[in-house]
């Protein structure tokens, strides 16, 4: 017999790693047959085990399914393997199309085998780390290249640290070194900085080594053929390397067919040096104002800097080049000052109108005036160059794509198609005069793409029209993706023909799959109908509880991929579903959704599962009880043994690093792990103040004294950077301004842009520039420090630390320049943003002739006008009113003043409002009175109920709101889910009889929102079992005010909400109960 005793003497004692190995090699050259099977399973017996097939297939799987949750052991098991079983480890889990592995009745899943330490935590690692520890010095060095490509592949990339890179073999031959560069050119922009330095160091160490045994009289190692092969790399070559290039070597790289196409990807390239580059190329005898060549120069072109001998036709060739500068990470400021310099050469001897179609994306520069003075003619001869723009301002757009339509009078859908960008700056009305025909074949083609840039008065403009003049199972067919969302919930439920197959590529909002898949479900099986993933947002708990085993574990996998589109109570129903159908196989995040009880169950060898499974979901949409998430951490905790060690306990965490306590990153930890464990912090949305203490700290430990760091080490802090202390921060900015611009800028996530680091930001900015004169003539400006276009451009965020006073004299035309940037700037105070209000008003003049786009450009600063000031505006367009209603922080007076001065300049009455009227006006609804609201169309209304119950108006206006949504659905008493789905905050309006009249089953779908608006007083007339079904989010959306109005009952019953329980309530009437649900764990007597 073949195979050989010793396997046998392995699988005796559980070593079936390598017992398994054996076999498959055996099995690769002979056939595997029951009579073999037959006696290993007599040498067993032999040796007085008693083992069947069953009993080993258990065995095999259990101890397999521990090195999956065990990678460490794993990566020992592969240390410790002899060559033969490496290579054959290799080949299976790499090249290998097996599937199975029969062995009798004995079937082992290789396929599953391979995904699972594909998909395991720490598995890529070990097999990342294994890799490079042996394959290059087992197999083939091709083969080892194949493999780290396919293990990086599917690898967060956090892996390739340049502890890592460094044991990366530094004697591959030739072409296995050039398919290992590609490898990591293609990897390029999802690792650190760091190891693209470090990569950068083990490619040159390579290239050097072959360029001294090949040299003959090169001054440089920086051939054409190394250039290429360093790709994006080339970045990190450092000046004096750049300047020693050979003419003729930088001639023929240049030459490339693909040069072009490599520095097109240069995005990180620094203005010091593309001119080295630039430089070289030049004394490499290109002629550098020859279109030829500035179409070879890919992204350097952002950075020429030979103006003085630029021409007309050169500038408009550079300008056309220089679209693609947006890609560049940084110096935008500069590349916009390059491009301004660029568009006054391209404008000699020329006007506005004639070179308007020659000058690139650098028209995104021009002021709203310059904009103005163009000719309908002349925007439409440059509609091809102009659609293909990125980057426009809202009131660029406006104007624009107005000037279009003078010219060609009425709006179709050639000229849309004609627009691209530009379409989202067409008027409401204009769109709500199309034809209805016209409507749906632009929403078919060039509208699609940009349909969610539309203001809500623009989308429903359109579906009005639409849905008042076509079938409507044509409107279903012709709306797509997210703007399919602002169908109303009664214009669905006036139809009866739906089919499943209307459904397909559409976002729902909940109350629209509610009703939907309770409709299809009639007549479509579940398992059908959720291959429409949208539509899980419609399965109501009942559904879930109803479905049979088989087609609940059938479904399942479409609700878990699809977790973040249901809600925490159907969550929390599928975790009870999956508890009384196969609480063995139950997901174990699951668990966390359950009442605290059930963490009780997770013993030691359910704990890596459950910390695991937990890692790969967002805790806090599973769980929002605080004093629950607390009870679970802490269980994470005890399963860690309350401490993190290496970086394989960060893979196993996940998400979960984010809720961490900072005291598990304790102090001794490597600089890999501490490295990894940064890079999920960064993945988090939020972070305490002590955990962001804690990195701050740790930053400094891991890479000593920020006045030491490297640009390097600043680009892998990102964000981080504004946790360190004040003068650190300071020395940073001043030894690495771009950079620190270029992290505050990317600020978001959980550190979003700190005071801290703006203020810095500012000071770089503000300390390194020159002073410029203020142009106001008059006395209290004379030597103030006024602000440049360009360092209002470079700013952004950080424009909210310019004093009042320099604000105040502020160049005219850099306002106008500037005035949406400056609008947009969410840290400017009252009296910052008052000062740019008259500075707009000495810009434009009266208030009376500025236009709706000047108005839109505002932004926040329009938030400053007053009830005089709003009165005097042009408020005719619902487009400006929608504008309007996108800034926060308007009083009611404001929000009055806004509303007349819509109904007074647009000559309507309530009852003329249309639903687009009512979806632009937004908040400012809120300032109705009871009159008004009665006035309403109800028609019109309904269309926009959905947005309206997302208003906080007061609850005397939601009380209206109801009288009126009651006229079309009907009176509240006979409101189901989805209608209390879709009216959100009016159903807070409820009054105590009809509070006390909800169906228990309903108090779920009551939006959270609206839960919140309750008043207190009214909110004690739910009775406990309605409490108890609130269902966890809306829960925890209780307020302090009406908890206090709670008694023992209802409170009781509100922690049962909170902690996920399901009750069994007792069959007395609703209202009339004086003892609360009960609730019975099932784990009792279990």
Same mark, same amino acid.
């Given at each position: ?94 090249? +290998? ?117 090949? +040299? ?185 794509? +107005? ?175 999956? /508890? ?114 804690? @990195? ?12 030491? /760091? ?29 950079? @620190? ?197 109800? +028609? ?147």
């Amino acid at each position: 017999m073949a195979y050989r005793r010793c396997d046998k003497e392995e699988v005796i004692a559980g070593k079936y790693l390598n017992a398994l190995l054996d076999i498959l090699q055996f099995q690769s050259t002979s056939m595997w047959t029951t009579d073999m099977a037959n006696k290993v399973m007599a040498y067993f017996h032999t040796q007085n085990i008693l083992i069947t097939y069953s009993s080993l297939q258990v065995s095999v799987k259990n101890y397999l399914e521990s090195l999956l949750y065990q990678p460490k052991v794993l990566l020992f098991e592969f240390r410790l393997m002899s060559h033969q079983h490496f290579q054959t480890a290799m080949k299976y889990l790499f090249e +290998s199309k097996q599937d199975h592995l029969e062995l009798g009745s004995l079937v082992l899943d290789l396929s599953g085998i391979r995904e699972r330490i594909f998909q395991s935590p720490g598995g890529n690692r070990t097999l990342f780390l294994i890799t490079l520890e042996r394959c290059f010095q087992t197999l083939n060095s091709m083969e080892c290249v194949d493999i780290l490509s396919q293990v990086l592949r599917v690898s967060s990339m956090t892996y390739l640290q340049p502890r890592a890179i460094a044991s990366l073999p530094k004697d591959l031959p030739e072409d296995a070194f050039r398919n290992l560069s590609t490898v990591f050119k293609d990897f390029y922009d999802r690792i650190t900085a760091s190891a693209q330095k470090a990569l950068y160091d083990w490619m040159t160490r390579i290239l050097q080594q072959s360029y001294n045994t090949n +040299s003959e009289n090169s001054t440089s190692w920086v051939s054409a053929e190394n250039l290429w092969i360093l790709g994006r790399y080339m970045v990190h070559l450092p000046l004096e390397e750049i300047r020693k290039i050979n003419p003729s070597d930088m001639r023929l790289f240049l030459s490339y067919d693909n040069a072009t196409k490599q520095l097109d990807t240069v995005y990180d390239i620094t203005p010091g040096l593309a001119q080295a580059f630039l430089e070289r190329i030049n004394a490499s005898g290109f002629d550098m104002r020859n279109t030829s060549t500035l179409y070879r120069l890919g992204l350097l072109v952002c950075f020429y800097n030979e103006l003085d001998q630029t021409d007309t036709a050169t500038a408009r060739v550079l300008l056309h080049q220089m679209i693609k500068c947006n890609q560049l990470r940084g110096f935008q400021a500069d590349i916009q000052k390059l491009k301004s310099q660029l568009l006054d050469i391209a404008m000699r001897n020329h006007t506005l109108n004639d070179s308007l179609g020659s000058l690139s994306d650098a028209v995104v520069g021009l002021t709203s005036c310059q904009l103005e003075s163009l000719s309908p003619e002349a925007v439409h001869g440059a509609i091809p160059t102009l659609n293909q723009v990125s980057g426009w301002a809202r009131s660029q757009v406006m104007i624009l794509s +107005s000037k279009y339509l003078m010219y060609e009078k009425v709006l179709s859908f050639h000229n849309i198609s004609s627009l691209g960008a530009l379409v989202t700056g067409i008027s409401t009305q204009s769109f709500h005069s199309m034809s209805p025909r016209e409507l749906s074949q632009v929403l078919k083609g060039p509208l699609a793409q940009h349909a969610s840039d539309l203001s809500p008065a623009q989308q429903h403009g359109i579906l009005r029209k639409m849905t008042a003049s076509i079938e409507f199972s044509s409107v279903m067919t012709d709306i797509h993706g997210a703007f399919f969302k602002e169908v109303s919930l009664f214009d669905l439920w006036k139809e009866d023909g739906f089919n499943s197959s209307l459904l397909k590529e559409k976002e729902f909002r909940p109350s629209q799959a509610l009703f939907l898949y309770e409709l299809l479900s009639k007549k479509t099986a579940p398992s059908d109908l959720l291959s429409n993933s949208q539509l899980v947002k419609g399965v109501t708990c009942r559904q879930i509880e109803s479905m049979n085993t088989i087609l609940f574990l059938d479904v399942f996998s479409v609700f878990e991929k699809n977790l973040h589109l249901l809600s925490p109570y159907q969550i929390n129903c599928l975790a009870w579903k999956f /508890w009384t159908v196969s609480n063995t196989s139950m997901p174990p995040y699951l668990l966390s959704v359950l009442p605290m009880e059930f963490l009780e169950s997770i013993t030691d060898s359910l704990c890596l599962p459950f910390v695991i499974s937990l890692g790969k979901v967002d805790l806090d949409h599973l769980v929002l009880n605080p004093h629950k998430k607390r009870a679970i951490l802490q269980k994470v905790d005890e399963c860690l043994n309350g401490s993190v060690v290496d970086e394989y306990d960060i893979d196993l965490l996940g998400s979960l690093v984010c809720h961490l306590p900072p005291a598990l990153l304790c102090s001794g930890l490597s600089a890999e792990t501490t490295a990894t464990a940064f890079h999920q912090f960064r993945l988090c949305r939020q972070l305490s103040l002590e955990q962001k203490m804690e @990195i701050g700290r740790q930053l400094i430990e891991l890479h000593g004294s920020p006045r030491n /760091w490297t640009a390097e080490t600043v680009l892998d802090s990102g964000p981080f950077v504004a946790l360190l202390p004040k003068a650190e921060l300071k020395a940073l900015v001043n030894k690495f301004p771009h950079v @620190i611009f270029q992290a505050a800028a990317a600020a978001t996530g959980p550190v979003p842009a700190a005071e801290e680091l703006l203020m810095a930001q500012f000071e770089s900015a503000h300390n390194s520039s020159a002073l410029a004169s203020a142009s106001d003539s008059t006395p209290d400006c004379a030597g103030v420090r006024a602000p440049s276009a360009d360092e209002i451009l470079q700013l952004s965020e950080a424009n909210a630390f310019w004093p009042i006073r320099e604000l105040h004299c502020m160049d005219l035309d850099t306002f106008a320049q500037t005035v949406e940037l400056l609008g947009s700037v969410s840290g400017f105070s009252i009296s910052q943003l008052s000062v740019l209000k008259e500075k707009a008003k000495q810009v434009w003049g009266p208030l009376s002739s500025w236009k709706s786009y000047q108005v839109v450009s505002l932004g926040r600063i329009a938030t400053t006008l007053n009830e005089t000031e709003i009165g005097d505006l042009d408020l005719s367009s619902v487009d400006t009113i929608a504008a309007l209603s996108q800034q926060t922080g308007w009083d009611p007076v404001q929000a009055g003043s806004i509303l007349q001065g819509f109904l007074e300049d647009s000559a309507q009455l309530m009852d003329d409002l249309k639903s687009f009227d009512m979806a632009g006006l937004g908040a400012h609804l809120c300032a109705l009175n009871a009159t008004e609201v009665a006035a309403i169309n109800a +028609s019109e209304f309904s269309a926009v109920v959905g947005r309206i119950g997302s208003l906080p108006c007061s609850i005397s206006i939601l009380k209206e709101f109801k009288k009126k949504t009651e006229s079309f659905f009907g009176a509240a008493s006979g409101w189901n889910r989805a209608i209390l789905q879709e009216i959100g905050t009016i159903a807070a309006s409820l009054n105590e009889e009809e509070l006390k009249a909800l169906d228990k089953e309903l108090m779920p779908y009551i939006q959270p929102a609206a839960i919140k608006h309750i008043p207190a007083e009214m909110f004690k007339a739910l009775s406990p079992e309605q409490i108890a079904n609130l269902g966890p989010e809306n829960a925890a959306l209780v307020t302090d005010a009406q908890r206090q109005h709670l008694d023992e009952l209802q409170l009781q019953s509100l922690q049962l909400a909170l902690d996920g329980a399901r009750m069994s309530t007792q069959d007395v009437p609703l209202g009339g109960s004086t003892t609360g649900p009960t609730y019975t764990s099932p784990l009792n007597g279990a």
